[in-house]
């Protein structure tokens, strides 16, 4: 099959492009499409070109959306905004069902080796934000590494003159993990951060 | 993000049709496609629709191909052929790229658990190329389980009368591991085929 068959090579390699995936995976990915009837293989190419055609950012939080405005911007009325790295982020974040603020997606950390500054990343539109929006409050959910540490101080010390609450994650013990394999540092940011039972 | 947006949760639902790729995976794929050149995601598309459209069977030998004849069954003059369960297994044995015979794809093993006699799979038509084109031996690659040496002893006592020579792939320790971990039918296997060297 290798000198055999232009569709099922392009295909093999078409699935090489998504992240992680190597040959082996690739060839059963592409098997089993072939094995999907017509109109779910139809459905996916769609799929495809319809979210790379209408996905762009939203114009207030910079999430994902195939609107101008994000149905959570629209349709929410809160005064606190979570601020994440990464698209991805909101989706972690919307999962867990017990967040109904609004966000906004920085597109990235402050990052000296990537040789990102601060104007890299959307720091000024969620200024600007903020301080039109009357918000109260603004968690600072950007990853527990030494870039989103940066970030979440950096952006605290631009609102805090401003009157914002400025708050980060908890950090500590990952829940359902063993106390055992916490690593050093986790560990200490858990003790530092105990709070009475 | 879950209240938004249906052309990413389109994307997602649609990678979820892919073997073994649950929510978290295909989520990252539908990422990695909204971060692809247009270009890159149009191909894909395509790709898929093609592989759809144009893939079947090859008349001679059951693998797939986007012609009639597939290139294996139309360029090779060899008077062997290695008879396997699926495409995927033809593949397989080319990349090891040591075998330069015909091929017959079965589309399945005889499995009275699953319903399958002789004549559910490519059987007859098997018998009728051996005999139409001088072929001088069969090479049994079905797998080595139970489904697997039942159709190639089955097969084998179909052919032996015409004269023909049926081989079976050789079965043992596989190359690169360890005895200590080999099980015990693979070793007894490995015992009694054992050869000189």
């Known amino acids: 099959m290798s000198e055999n068959c232009d569709s099922l090579q ?12 190597g ?53 929410r009325q809160s005064k606190v905004i979570c601020v994440v790295k990464e698209p991805k982020d909101v989706k972690a974040i919307e999962k867990a069902k017990n967040y109904t603020g609004l966000y906004h997606v920085l597109h990235g950390t402050i ?16 200024i ?6 009357e918000i109260d409050e603004v968690i600072m959910a ?3 590494d030494i870039e ?10 631009l609102l805090k003159p401003l009157g914002i609450k400025v708050t980060r994650l908890a950090q500590g013990i990952q829940m359902g993990s063993d106390v055992q394999y916490a690593d050093e540092v986790t560990l200490t940011k858990a003790l530092q951060d105990r709070r009475e039972i």
Chains 1, 2 share one sequence.
């Open 10 to 21: 392009n295909l093999i390699n078409a699935f090489t492009n998504l992240p992680s995936v």
């Open 23 to 75: 040959t082996k995976t690739a060839e059963r990915y592409a098997y089993s499409v072939i094995n999907m009837d017509e109109d779910t293989v139809k459905n996916f190419a769609e799929s495809l070109i319809q979210a790379k055609q209408n996905l762009h950012y939203c114009k207030t939080c910079g999430d994902f959306t195939d609107k101008d405005i994000c149905n959570i911007c629209e349709r």
């Open 111 to 126: 990052s000296p080796l990537e040789n990102k500054g601060p104007e890299d990343i959307r720091i000024k539109e969620l």
């Open 128 to 133: 600007t934000r903020v301080t039109e929006n």
């Open 142 to 144: 950007t990853n527990p």
């Open 148 to 157: 989103g540490e940066v970030t979440a101080t950096y952006i605290a010390k």
